[in-house]
């Protein structure tokens, strides 16, 4: 029987997440949007998260990541960085974010730290996107990532734990300058055996691997990154100045709306239509029922070798 599986990952609507430039005729709402969230400070470098207050997420870490950033820089130039959480400050399912800030920044909480926690359309999120110079997942396990596709399709660079489906958006790419393919045998580069990937992102390898899981999913590898490589990525996204990361944005956009990224809303329809097509075509009826005579295995194994 033919393999059916076949992969469309997750498409982003590049019309709607956009580069908002001069000429967009949404600029003056994204200006005066831009004005309040910063209380009408301009910054030299802003971080960005956007995703739910949940302990996968790594909230806390990511936050300690910009304090240790942050203690690097002289008084000026801290004044000059900030970071947009957009997302809900408490969450029974995640933490007490307030609380974490102020005990990491004290009375700088509130000049570090902006929070986003209130509902926004697409337009917002957009918006939010154009504002930051760079944005930062480090979600210690994670099926995709949205923040890291729409942030792209933005123009704007990604700082990611390599994990799941981020790496996916890093295009790392092999020995003869390929998109890496994942195999049976090779089921994730979290353990670092390929190190180069587009330039629009500055990955942070995973310092721990541990399996974590629950009832629905049994088993999933846990891969925590150190707050200190977070930060020496974040210091290098600062250091990259303003034209330099544009111009690596851009590159990823160009590469998530292509056909090989396949991240785009139209690319997504595209590839769910054929993937629908090649099933319809090569299905294969099976028989109403079996009967299978079930023998007990002598022992559990791991049918494939694991990369943990």
Same mark, same amino acid.
């Given at each position: 029987m033919k393999s059916l599986i076949s992969y469309v990952p997750h498409g982003i609507n590049e019309n709607h997440f956009r580069p908002i430039t001069e000429a967009d005729p949404l600029f003056e709402e994204y200006k005066k949007f831009k004005g309040e969230l910063l209380r009408g400070k301009e910054y030299d470098f802003v971080l960005l998260f956007n995703s739910r207050n949940i302990r996968r997420k790594s909230i806390p870490?990511?936050?300690?990541?910009?304090?240790?950033?942050?203690?690097?820089?002289?008084?000026?130039?801290?004044?000059?960085?900030?970071?947009? !959480?957009? +997302?809900?400050? =408490?969450?029974?399912?995640?933490?007490?974010?307030? #609380?974490?800030?102020?005990?990491?920044?004290? &009375?700088?909480?509130?000049?570090?730290?902006?929070?986003?926690?209130?509902? !926004?359309? +697409?337009?917002? =999120?957009?918006?939010?996107?154009?504002?930051?110079? #760079?944005?930062?997942?480090?979600?210690?396990? &994670?099926?995709?990532?949205?923040?890291?596709?729409?942030?792209?399709?933005c123009g704007t660079m990604i700082i990611g734990n390599v994990t799941g489906g981020i790496q996916d958006q890093m295009k790392f790419q092999d020995h003869s300058g390929n998109w890496i393919e994942i195999k049976n045998n090779f089921s994730t580069n979290h353990q670092g055996k390929y190190k180069k990937c587009g330039q629009w992102a500055l990955p942070v390898f995973p310092s721990n691997i541990s399996i974590q899981g629950s009832v629905p999913t049994p088993y999933i590898a846990d891969d925590r990154c150190d707050y200190i490589d977070a930060a020496t990525a974040i210091s290098e996204a600062r250091l990259l100045g303003k034209e330099e990361r544009d111009r690596r944005g851009l590159l990823g956009r160009e590469w998530v709306t292509s056909k090989e990224a396949g991240m785009s809303s139209q690319n997504m329809a595209s590839n769910f239509m054929m993937s629908m097509d090649y099933l319809l075509k090569n299905y294969e009826p099976r028989v109403r029922y079996q009967i299978i005579k079930i023998k007990p295995r002598k022992k559990r194994y791991l049918p494939n070798p694991i990369s943990f």
């Open positions: 870490d990511t936050m300690l990541a910009f304090k240790t950033f942050l203690d690097t820089l002289n008084d000026e130039d801290k004044d000059k960085c900030v970071f947009i !959480l957009h +997302t809900q400050p =408490i969450d029974d399912n995640g933490t007490n974010l307030l #609380a974490v800030g102020e005990m990491l920044f004290g &009375e700088e909480f509130e000049k570090r730290i902006i929070f986003s926690d209130k509902a !926004l359309g +697409t337009g917002g =999120i957009c918006y939010l996107y154009n504002m930051a110079d #760079a944005t930062i997942l480090l979600s210690s396990n &994670e099926g995709w990532g949205l923040s890291m596709t729409e942030s792209l399709m």
